[in-house]
Each structure stands twice: as C-alpha cells, then as structure tokens.
C-alpha cells in the first residue's frame, strides 16, 4: 500500500518555492502543486516547471504535479498589469507588484486538494520583510483554521522562509543542487526560463545573486541594468 503524502508545496517554478520544493522533497515525497490564475505569465511557469521537476535533485523525489486553476481575469480589471504582461518598472517597490488576495486564492484551492488526496500540510515560499497582508503569520493561522473547519480535515499552512532572505534562499539552492538557472522570476518573460531584466522581479533576483555571492546564471534579454 502506498504511503499517503504528508505534505504539499506551492510551486510557481520560481526561486523560492523551487528551493523550498527541493529542501522538503529532500525529507520526504512531497506533493507539488501549482495554481492557475490567468495571469500573463503562467505559460512560463508551466515550462519551467516542466523542466525542473525533470531535474535532480527533483526527479523521483515528488508526486506529479496538480495542476490546479481559479481564473481571476473576472476580478482583477482587464487592464491589470499581471493580466496584460506590463508589469511596474525596474526600480519601483514591492508594494506595486501586490495581487489582491494572490495567497487567499492558492490556498484555498490547493486546500481543497489536499483535503481530497489526504495531505495536512501545505508549504509556501513566503519570505522574510514580505510586505503584503496575505503574508502575515496571524493570516497563515487563520486561513489553516478556516481550511480546517470548513474542510472537516487538519490543514497546516507552513511558511519555512517567513524569517529567510532571498540570497539565503539562493545559497540553499545551490547547496541542494536545484538548476537556479531553470528557475524563473520574471513578470513580464520572453519564453522559457528568459527574463526580461526590465521588471522588478528581474532586480529583486539579481540583487540577491549578488548579495548570496554566487553568479547570477539567469538569461536577461534586456541587461542594461544588470550587466555585471
């Protein structure tokens, strides 16, 4: 008899929930999941995904991945940024890149799949200095309180990176062997694990390559302001 999952993963093919992914899937078989939202990018992910959990150290070491949706393009305004794939510019802060209720609806949905499939835990890459309300600890334990309730079945919502910066992320990485060049953070993508190198998210990964100390393996089509 198969032994049941104990944990799943919220992954989006990005830095911190690859690290994440590859640090629990070193402890046990763990279940990646990965929500839909349609949002520009997301054609992006599922590539790259595709790609890393093909990849040591993921391959054989994960459930397949649940590909879950909840289209949100009949909330957000058909002129959102993350819809048209124009996101804010390089240097503007997180708060401008904040998706309403993002951790709201991959929760919820990925807890109703848990529930079904038996997993009583849910990881999620949520870093430290996150500035958004979703991210908070007191919302982790109210939105495990009401999965659980609502679902008759425990949920757990662990953030193991709530007090971890991104360039510790990347040393981790690096020290599992995840292929952070097949990792993808970009908002506004050219293909493939290709940033843009324009967008924010370009800057926050670039600066955390080089805070981390480790070279930046990662393709910007645009380099004018990470050229070193």
């Known amino acids: 008899m198969t032994r049941p999952l104990s944990s799943a993963v919220l992954l989006s093919g990005g830095l911190d929930s690859a690290v994440l992914l590859a640090e629990e899937a070193a402890r046990d078989i763990v279940q990646p999941i990965y929500v839909s939202a349609g949002?520009?990018?997301?054609?992006n992910e599922r590539d790259v995904i595709a790609q890393l959990l093909a990849s040591p150290p993921f391959a054989g070491r994960t459930a397949p991945?649940?590909?879950?949706s909840v289209d949100m393009r009949d909330v957000y305004a058909a002129t959102h940024w993350a819809l048209k794939g124009q996101p804010p510019a390089y240097n503007t802060p997180d708060e401008d890149v904040y998706l309403p209720g993002r951790n709201i609806v991959l929760?919820?949905?990925?807890?109703?799949?848990s529930a079904a499939v038996g997993v009583k835990r849910i990881a999620i890459g949520t870093l430290a200095h996150n500035p958004f309300p979703d991210a908070t600890p007191a919302f982790r334990v109210a939105m495990a309180g009401a999965l659980s309730l609502g679902l008759d079945h425990t949920i757990e919502v662990d953030a193991p990176y709530a007090d971890v910066e991104k360039a510790e992320v990347i040393r981790r990485g690096v020290a599992l062997g995840v292929p952070l060049a097949l990792t993808l953070s970009c908002m506004n993508p050219p293909g493939g694990a290709r940033h843009c190198g324009?967008?924010?998210?370009?800057?926050?990964?670039?600066?955390?390559?080089?805070?981390?100390?480790?070279?930046?393996?990662?393709?910007?089509?645009d380099s004018r302001h990470v050229g070193v």
């Not at 949002?39 to 054609?43: D, I, P, T």
């Not at 929760?107 to 799949?113: D, H, I, T």
């Open 107 to 113: 929760l919820s949905k990925a807890g109703v799949y």
């Open 65 to 68: 991945l649940a590909i879950l």
């Open 198 to 221: 324009l967008c924010s998210k370009c800057r926050e990964r670039h600066d955390a390559f080089r805070e981390a100390g480790v070279k930046d393996p990662t393709l910007y089509i």
């Open 39 to 43: 949002l520009a990018w997301e054609a």
